[in-house]
């Protein structure tokens, strides 16, 4: 466990693991993802936010890594803020330019190319971990105000 995972009773955040392997595991994460910011008790704009953030994220997963995880997990930190960390996951063949993949516009696909800088400016924080041959891991976290 996180030092910094949840673990106040009063609190009854859904969080998980779920698996990302078809097109119908976009909505089911979509909504685990809001059930947690529900249960966490964000605003509708903070719920809007972060589920936007999930969505393009799994996307990406598997679309371009082949599928993938969405790891769900509720926070507090010192402070007391409760917030909610998903981590997504793929073994796909990883990210060759991140610098040029974080770039407004920038898209290997169909896409509007917003997805990875769009994410990043609807959360708190936002972590990349790829490498060409070995997958993307992309953690976020966003707190409650």
Do not use: C
Request: glycine fraction near 14%; charged fraction near 25%.
């Amino acid at each position: 466990m996180l030092p910094d995972e949840l673990t106040d009773p009063e609190h009854d955040i859904p969080a998980g693991r779920h698996v990302i392997q078809a097109e119908e595991d976009l909505l089911t994460a979509r909504h685990a993802v809001r059930a947690a910011a529900v249960a966490a008790g964000f605003s509708i704009v903070d719920q809007t936010k972060i589920v936007t953030a999930a969505s393009e994220l799994v996307r990406n997963a598997y679309i371009h890594g082949g599928g993938g995880t969405v790891t769900i997990t509720a926070l507090r930190d010192d402070r007391g803020r409760v917030g909610l960390r998903l981590r997504v996951r793929d073994e796909g063949p990883g990210i060759a330019d991140v610098e040029q993949a974080m770039t407004d516009g920038f898209s290997t696909g169909a896409g509007l190319g917003h997805g990875l800088g769009g994410t990043r400016r609807l959360v708190d924080d936002f972590h990349l971990d790829t490498a060409p041959g070995r997958g993307t891991t992309v953690t976020i976290t966003r707190w409650k105000p």
